[in-house]
């Protein structure tokens, strides 16, 4: 079954696809355990999730890894073709890279609010330390309850062995592979556009305050010479109405580094899907969905646009990084998340605060890395569109 196939309309259909399905992946039959769930517990639209993930998985559908340097050519075609380019970086070999000097800022503990900054080399092996410190503490089920360390003890060995970690190497690289990929699109032919959209500040929660979208969209056009800027200008729009193209000459893309929930870009899309013109584009198969980092799921079956409904249409996802794949999460992305730029994933964040707050007893601290302060807002926006006009104001 493709990614790009809808499961049957009936609900009876869908669940007996989704039994089917979970017998040929090894999801196992009601009562059995899936990560940390019973699928018991599940409902039809989940198993259906999960089990067409498996089926992905047990196909080998994935992005196979990248070795050595890819040219612009090489990383174009693997987004446009598999929807990802490379898989994340491994963790354990990014805590021993002694090359990682960005630093990032934290919240400390202190009374009335504090931030203090460390590396990324620091913070990477702070935490490599806190979950090797855990999986060394000895054999006394009589201190805490026993079905909770189990599964603490799975968790923290997946993410050991599966964290996708996003730091400034990893954010330089992916911002100037998506430049590769419009660059590549557009090159291919004059007639072509593409709108960049970055929304999320303007959702009504967050009165216009600066979000990971817009500054990864700015990161990602650093990446344009100054030539190239010239040359692009016209090609290169921030609103759907700027579009003069037809949909099958354009790229509608929203911008973000990932998702976890979803949740902002499908708020996104409500407010964007007011506008005929938008829906007029959407119609045509030109929207998507452009991340740094992103996981299989995504990928392959793209952000389902009602999250309690998959069969009422999904974005297409593209991302630069395929995300190390987790069984052991709460979300529908199935992998744990962290950077040294943004909010940390909440399951990344709760796995570690559960620990410190069964085992504080034993020394166990929160590591800076799941406290950070987020300050993108902060930096200064490089790269100016208005009415098409693209200009670099480097300072």
């Not at 919240?107 to 702070?126: D, F, Q």
Request: glycine share 8%; charged share 30%.
């Amino acid at each position: 079954m493709s990614a790009e196939q809808k499961p049957p309309a009936q609900n009876p259909s869908m669940q007996e696809l989704a039994d089917r399905l979970s017998q040929i992946v090894g999801l196992g039959e009601p009562h059995e355990k899936v990560g940390d769930l019973t699928t018991d517990s599940l409902s039809w639209e989940r198993r259906y999730h999960l089990s067409l993930t498996g089926a992905n998985i047990a196909l080998e559908k994935l992005v196979a890894p990248a070795e050595g340097k890819l040219n612009g050519e090489e990383i174009a075609h693997r987004m446009e073709q598999d929807g990802a380019v490379k898989e994340a970086p491994n963790f354990r070999q990014q805590a021993h890279d002694e090359s990682r000097v960005n630093r990032f800022t934290y919240k400390t503990n202190k009374r009335g609010g504090g931030y203090g900054s460390m590396t990324e080399i620091e913070g990477l092996k702070e935490l490599e330390n806190f979950l090797t410190k855990f999986l060394d503490l000895p054999d006394r089920w009589g201190r805490w309850d026993k079905t909770k360390h189990d599964r603490d003890v799975r968790r923290v060995k997946s993410m050991l062995d599966n964290l996708t970690f996003i730091g400034e190497k990893e954010l330089q690289e992916a911002s100037g592979g998506i430049a590769e990929y419009w660059k590549a699109y557009l090159d291919a032919d004059p007639s072509r556009q593409i709108c960049l959209l970055a929304e999320i500040n303007k959702l009504d929660r967050y009165g216009d305050k600066r979000k990971s979208d817009s500054y990864i969209l700015d990161r990602i056009l650093q990446n344009f010479t100054y030539d190239e800027l010239s040359r692009y200008s016209g090609r290169i729009v921030t609103s759907v109405e700027e579009l003069k193209a037809k949909p099958a000459d354009s790229k509608v893309i929203l911008v973000d580094d990932w998702t976890i929930s979803g949740q902002q870009i499908r708020d996104v899309h409500s407010m964007l899907a007011k506008d005929e013109k938008f829906l007029e584009y959407e119609r045509g198969g030109s929207v998507e969905v452009n991340l740094i980092v992103s996981d299989r799921n995504r990928i392959s079956l793209g952000l389902a646009l009602d999250s309690q409904n998959p069969t009422n249409g999904t974005l297409k996802v593209r991302s630069y990084f395929l995300a190390h794949h987790s069984q052991y999460v709460s979300k529908a992305g199935q992998s744990n998340l962290a950077s040294a730029h943004s909010t940390p994933d909440g399951d990344f964040r709760n796995t570690l605060q559960g620990i410190v707050s069964r085992y504080g007893r034993y020394g166990f601290r929160l590591p800076r890395l799941a406290k950070i302060k987020k300050n993108h807002h902060l930096k200064p926006q490089l790269i100016k569109i208005e009415s098409g006009k693209l200009s670099r104001q480097d300072l």
